[in-house]
């Protein structure tokens, strides 16, 4: 029995994550040869692709020429042309800033009122245009890009190998946070190694479908298939989780897949863009949960839940931690300034006498974490398997996104240490926005008598 009340809760939380973190582990190892797309080779099937940049304005983001010139020159080293370059914006300004860019600029008319907010919004705009110009047949594929987004030659070889292949009318790949690494707050970017890590569950999912979780960009969906579904989805925020959901609704199991085709993109530059497009995340799952079937339903809640908790589990194993060090700490320093005090030189085997005199005096402390039946059976294993998980999926997501970047050998080697230090901040920061954004959004319910909050939609700096 655990003695210690703090321990208990603490214990109990643990125990709840171990079936994520078996999940977790398992679908690394299961779609690691899938993961990225390696099998290339420049086969002429040549569909026509849309490449669609939705941005709130390319003006005021200038990243999004950079976007712009990836598409440019990865079509022209794999010898593809039948492409044509869509931006859908809400800036009238784009189409002088975009003028010199070989694309196409679609301004979302001001009067335009659909049963869909923000980015969905300007989605379904992009629609309705295509339906005007006849390009919603089963021949052209829409590929969605954020303002970030920034693709590569093998993105191009691997979508075209999707379609080629006739692996489903829908697809995604991983994406990875390499761009402006060094610029971004070193918390939040050091942060974005769970994204990275978790898209090896999103193979899973898009095998799998309903997926879970969809990512907006590096989504390649056939030109029908999102004119026939559309974005009218209410004034939710996770536009693209709903999406994956109906897709699975009206075409089946068998409609979607993984082209493994990588996208790369960027950090939240700041904690405040960190916490506010986690919020937005969360907000959009909240919203989305009635109208899912119960299975799915019952998914979501756990993994929302999981979020929720994690940020209590971090507070109390830290808590946990420093009730447990702090006084060793103290002990060790008292020692020292007597020493300093009465000019007594330092003597090793004095020094280890009193360390281990330091841990028997506290051994009501540690006695629950050494004693109790618990952490002597294979409980305790499998306590200490969830938790190599979790440092195991920063240190592979951070391998990822650094693999791209132009970052010397040593400086990511130090990268990786610091992000092994920093896992408890780390854990901390990436579910607290979880945390607030349950209660915040059920507290609004709660107020209005159910009529949800329209939540703005915060843009992050780019």
Request: proline share 4%; charged share 20%; glycine share 4%.
């Amino acid at each position: 029995m655990i003695d210690n009340p703090a321990l208990l809760i603490a214990t109990i939380l643990w125990i709840f994550f171990i079936p994520n973190a078996i999940k977790l582990f398992y679908r690394f190892v299961r779609n690691n040869r899938q993961f990225i797309e390696k099998d290339l080779r420049r086969i002429p099937n040549d569909p026509k692709i849309i490449f669609q940049i939705t941005t709130k304005s390319a003006t005021k983001t200038s990243v999004v020429k950079r976007g712009i010139r990836s598409i440019i020159e990865s079509c022209k080293s794999t010898n593809y042309s039948k492409y044509e370059i869509l931006v859908v914006t809400e800036d009238p300004n784009d189409e002088k800033t975009l003028h010199s860019m070989p694309c196409k600029v679609l301004c979302v008319d001001k009067s335009f009122n659909p049963n869909a907010i923000k980015k969905a919004r300007a989605l379904q705009y992009a629609i309705l245009h295509r339906r005007k110009l006849k390009q919603q047949s089963s021949d052209q594929w829409i590929f969605h890009m954020d303002d970030e987004s920034y693709v590569v030659t093998q993105t191009i070889l691997s979508i075209l190998k999707f379609i080629r292949e006739k692996r489903g009318i829908a697809s995604e790949g991983p994406i990875f946070y390499p761009l402006k690494f060094e610029k971004a707050n070193r918390i939040t970017a050091l942060a974005e190694s769970m994204r990275s890590f978790g898209c090896f569950e999103c193979v899973t999912h898009m095998h799998n479908p309903p997926p879970i979780h969809m990512h907006g960009s590096n989504l390649l969906v056939r030109s029908d298939v999102e004119d026939k579904i559309g974005w009218e989805f209410g004034p939710i925020l996770a536009e693209d989780q709903r999406f994956g959901y109906e897709l699975f609704k009206k075409y089946g199991r068998n409609s979607m897949g993984w082209h493994g085709g990588i996208l790369l993109e960027q950090p939240p530059l700041n904690i405040k863009d960190h916490f506010m497009q986690r919020r937005r995340w969360v907000i959009g799952n909240l919203q989305n949960i009635e109208n899912f079937s119960k299975f799915f339903k019952f998914r979501l809640i756990y993994k929302c839940t999981s979020f929720f908790l994690g940020f209590v589990s971090g507070v109390i194993s830290m808590a946990l931690a420093m009730y447990i060090n702090i006084p060793k700490v103290a002990s060790v320093f008292s020692y020292a300034i007597f020493d300093w005090n009465n000019n007594i030189s330092f003597d090793l085997f004095v020094w280890l006498d009193r360390i281990t005199h330091i841990n028997s005096s506290y051994n009501d402390i540690f006695r629950p974490l050494t004693d109790i039946q618990i952490f002597d059976s294979t409980l305790a294993l499998i306590l200490l398997f969830s938790w190599l998980v979790w440092l195991l999926s920063y240190q592979v997501g951070l391998f990822l996104n650094l693999k791209y970047t132009k970052i010397g050998w040593l400086k990511r080697i130090f990268l990786h240490i610091q992000t092994l230090i920093l896992a408890p901040v780390l854990g901390l920061l990436e579910s607290f926005p979880a945390f607030y954004s349950v209660i915040e959004f059920y507290f609004h319910k709660l107020l209005r008598n159910n009529k949800i909050k329209s939540y703005d939609f915060y843009v992050i700096k780019k």
